[in-house]
Nanobody, 129 residues
Framework: QVQLVESGGGLVQTGDSLRLSCAAS????????MGWFRQAPGKEREFVAA????????YYADSVKGRFAISRDNAKNTVYLQMNVLKPEDTAVYFC??????????????????????WGQGTQVTVSS
């Protein structure tokens, strides 16, 4: 099992920045990809960004590309999501997730929630206009 704990959410204004953290514990050696998803009220949970524990591969949803940056600290088993130029439409509960299955091909994009095995409880991000 892998446990994931998110932190860093809060209430900010349009244009502000926020950094989310996700601390992983347990059988983290079994994980290949860490992802961030978000879910706004009344909407489906959607992909935001992902990163592999090894290497430099990162993946972003078009809606956040250029504004958000995902990174990791392997020594701390922590993944971060730096969110800049926040907009009201970024308001959602943000979830950290972990995927065990390794990425084995260029067309294997880890942007589907069904690909992930473990989930955190989520952290609320609210962007006021």
């Amino acid at each position: 099992q892998v446990q994931l704990v998110e932190s860093g959410g809060g209430l900010v204004q349009t244009g502000d920045s926020l950094r989310l953290s996700c601390a992983a514990s347990g059988r983290t050696f079994s994980v290949d990809v860490m992802g961030w998803f978000r879910q706004a009220p009344g909407k489906e949970r959607e992909f935001v960004a992902a990163i592999r524990w090894s290497g430099s591969s990162t993946y972003y949803a078009d809606s956040v590309k250029g504004r958000f940056a995902i990174s990791r600290d392997n020594a701390k088993n922590t993944v971060y999501l730096q969110m800049n130029v926040l907009k009201p439409e970024d308001t959602a509960v943000y979830f950290c997730s972990a995927r065990r299955q390794p990425i084995r091909a260029p067309w294997d994009i880890p942007n589907n929630r069904e690909q992930y095995d473990y989930w955190g409880q989520g952290t609320q991000v609210t962007v006021s206009s």
